[in-house]
């Protein structure tokens, strides 16, 4: 059964400071692995989508990173803004046979808070 | 642009009365799906569909129904059964299994 775990669940830091959010997933049959952004009370916005024959996609001021083998998968958020703040979740869509294949994994959510 | 449109963003329901969450999508996907977000939780999956006028039943089904009569929508039912439906209600899409998912900006239900 695959789990999707991201630690830690609330994170605080100054604004400017680059900071690395973490995912890990227990099962390395995956499909692709996508970050997400939500911001209270509203929907959940794509930030990175990473295909398992890739490494890292980037966007911006955001790089993410993956690493079947282990298991892991990284958001890297380099000179953090105030508007950065918000819930960062993780997904994995994991291989399999059926209607399995159609469904994503969601981890529980890093609620990130950047002070000004 | 295409995205996903959810309608209403906020629903109120009275005790023992049906209500209907309205999802639709221009993005030409094929599959759509139904969550759940409670306050301090992550995403359940109440609904799923790969294709038109098929469905399958998530982790969290029982007290809802959908139709999947059109490939751009796919409503969400939440009936009586339902015993506590108050939470945050956000559809999804995607066109494959290499896809990511797109999510729609959510309805808010509560009981009254």
């Known amino acids: 059964k695959q789990e999707v775990t991201q630690i830690p669940a609330a994170l605080s830091v100054p604004e400017g400071e680059n900071l690395v959010l973490n995912c890990s997933f227990t099962d390395s049959a995956i499909y692709n692995l996508q970050w997400f952004r939500q911001d209270p009370g509203k929907g959940l916005t794509s930030l990175l989508l990473?295909?398992?024959?890739?490494r890292e996609q980037t966007s911006g001021r955001l790089n993410a990173s993956l690493d079947k083998s282990s298991g892991r998968s990284t958001l890297y958020i380099a000179a953090s803004q105030p508007g950065d703040s918000a819930t960062y979740l993780c997904a994995v869509r994991r291989r399999g046979g059926g209607s399995s294949a159609s469904k994503i994994i969601f981890g529980s959510g890093t609620r990130l808070s950047i002070r000004p | 642009d295409g995205g996903i449109t959810q309608s209403p963003k906020y629903l109120f329901r009275k005790e023992g009365q049906n209500v209907t969450l309205s999802c639709e999508q221009n993005l030409n996907h094929d599959a759509m799906y139904w969550y759940r977000q409670d306050p301090g939780q992550g995403l359940r999956l109440i609904y799923y569909?790969?294709?038109?006028?098929?469905?399958q039943k998530g982790d969290i089904a029982e007290g809802y129904s959908v139709s999947r009569e059109k490939k751009e929508s796919f409503p969400l039912t939440v009936t009586s059964a339902q015993k506590n439906p108050t939470a945050f209600y956000l559809c999804?899409?995607?066109?494959?299994?290499?896809?990511?998912?797109?999510f729609g900006s959510g309805t808010r239900l509560t009981v009254v």
């Open positions: 990473i295909q398992s024959s890739q």
């Open positions: 999804a899409s995607s066109s494959g299994t290499g896809d990511g998912y797109t």
């Open positions: 569909s790969q294709i038109v006028n098929d469905f």
